[in-house]
Every structure is written in C-alpha cells, then in structure tokens.
Nanobody, 127 residues
Framework: QVQLVESGGGLVQAGGSLSLSCAASGRTFSNYYMAWFRQAPGKEHEFVAAISRGGARTYYGDSVKGRFSVSRDNAKNTVYLQMNSLRPEDTAVYYC????????????????????WGRGTQVTVSS
C-alpha cells in the first residue's frame, strides 16, 4: 500500500507560480512511475505530467508544456510539480498518482489503472 499526500495548493494571480509536492509513504517509492492529473469543476480528469522511476524521463500534457515541470526526489519519497506562468484555466484540483506498471506515455496519460491516488490539492488562479 502507498499513501500519497499532496500539498502546496492555493490562490495565485495569473502569471504567477506555484509549487506542488506529493509525499509518499508505504512501499518503495522508486518502484513507481509518478503522475499529476487535475480536475476542473465539471470537467474530466486531465493528464498534467508524469515522471519515470529514476526521474530521467518526463512527460507533459499539451496544455502545460513549457510552463510546468515535474521532478522527484526518491530519497525524500516526494514528487514535485513546479507551475509557472499560471492561467485561470489551470484552476483545478491537482492529484498525484503512482503506478508500478505504466511506463509508456499513452498509458501514463490515462487516468484508469493507476495503483494509488492522493486526495488532491486545490489550485486557484485568478485573472
């Protein structure tokens, strides 16, 4: 079992930055690909970013490429999402997820099948 706890959400003005963290506990963190998804009110979950077990490979959704950056620190069992140039449309609840099997982008970008999920952290971007 892996427990995931997101933090760092809040209210920020458009153009600003925010850094999210997801702390993991339980099984060996480095065994899992990690991902960030988000869900805006009334919308489906949207893939934001993913990172490989060792951190060498990263993947991003089209809407955040060039603005967001995902990283991880396996010694601290934590994955991060640095969000820059934030826009009102980035407003959503952000969730981190972990999976021991997914390794290709098409699978990582699909919400179904992830082994573990956090409860989410709210990010609100004002215009």
């Amino acid at each position: 079992q892996v427990q995931l706890v997101e933090s760092g959400g809040g209210l920020v003005q458009a153009g600003g930055s925010l850094s999210l963290s997801c702390a993991a506990s339980g099984r060996t963190f480095s065994n899992y690909y990690m991902a960030w998804f988000r869900q805006a009110p009334g919308k489906e979950h949207e893939f934001v970013a993913a990172i490989s077990r060792g951190g060498a490979r990263t993947y991003y959704g089209d809407s955040v490429k060039g603005r967001f950056s995902v990283s991880r620190d396996n010694a601290k069992n934590t994955v991060y999402l640095q969000m820059n140039s934030l826009r009102p449309e980035d407003t959503a609840v952000y969730y981190c997820a972990a999976d021991g099997q997914k390794s290709q982008l098409d699978a990582l970008a699909t919400r179904a099948g992830y082994d573990y999920w956090g409860r989410g952290t709210q990010v609100t971007v004002s215009s």
